[in-house]
């Protein structure tokens, strides 16, 4: 089945590590997004790629990075320097960025 | 700035209609979506609206006018599944979406 695969499905950090978010996709779309859902709040988009080796800061990018070495896969490493990291972490993908976007389970990042 | 607004919570009545409407400010206009997501879960994709108008799928309905930024998702004969939380997007001139923060419905028996 194509779909989108967002591991693990909790994680925890201590205070000053990094921790990176998986995200892989096979439906062959060339766009992916990370988003962060805080209670009552609206999605907010942390990092975007429209094509491989290629991608954009979205609006709350501090204390975040991402790479896209490969079409599939699009990683999110949450850097010591996002101070308020607790949340729930959407990855995203489409065919291309006028299409609907498609989502993962999610990850729920919590801080030890 | 750039504003989308839901109500935050409804109640509804298994077998009833229910409307969740949105309306938006935003930069330029490239269409409205609507999502579905239960809790806990990721957001499913329900309808998009980029002309004014109604759009029909099976129980759900989306309508849209431009000129007023108002959108709504109407649906029908409610089950106790549809409980969830109903997003409201809109894609702007970056096509970017910009997103609501969402209405909890809670259907009843």
């Known amino acids: 089945d194509g779909g989108i695969t967002q591991s693990p499905k909790y994680l925890f950090r201590k205070e000053g590590q990094n921790v990176t978010l998986s995200c892989e996709q096979n439906?062959?779309?060339?766009?992916m997004y990370w988003y962060r859902q805080d209670p009552g709040q609206g999605l907010r988009l942390i990092y975007y790629s429209q094509i491989v080796n290629d991608f954009q800061k979205g609006d709350i990018a501090e204390g975040y990075s991402v790479s896209r070495e490969k079409k599939e896969s699009f990683p999110l490493t949450v850097t010591s320097a996002q101070k308020n990291p607790t949340a729930f972490y959407l990855c995203?993908?489409?065919?291309?960025?006028?299409?609907?976007?498609?989502f993962g389970d999610g990850t729920r990042l919590s801080i030890l | 700035g750039q504003n989308i607004d839901q109500p935050t919570e409804m109640t509804a009545t298994e077998g009833a209609i229910v409307q969740i409407n949105c309306t938006y400010q935003?930069?330029?206009?490239?269409?409205l979506f609507w999502y579905q997501q239960h809790a806990g879960e990721a957001p499913t994709f329900l309808s998009y609206n980029v002309l004014d108008g109604l759009e029909e799928k099976g129980r759900f309905s989306s309508f849209l006018s431009r000129s007023k930024g108002y959108s709504y998702l109407l649906l029908k004969e409610l089950q106790m599944k549809d409980s969830a939380s109903y997003l409201c997007?809109?894609?702007?001139?970056?096509?970017?979406?910009?997103w609501g923060a969402g209405t909890k419905l809670i259907i009843k028996p």
């Open positions: 995203a993908s489409s065919e291309s960025e006028y299409q609907p976007q498609h």
């Open positions: 439906l062959n779309h060339d766009a």
């Open positions: 997007a809109v894609m702007d001139s970056n096509y970017q979406l910009i």
């Open positions: 935003t930069s330029g206009f490239n269409g």
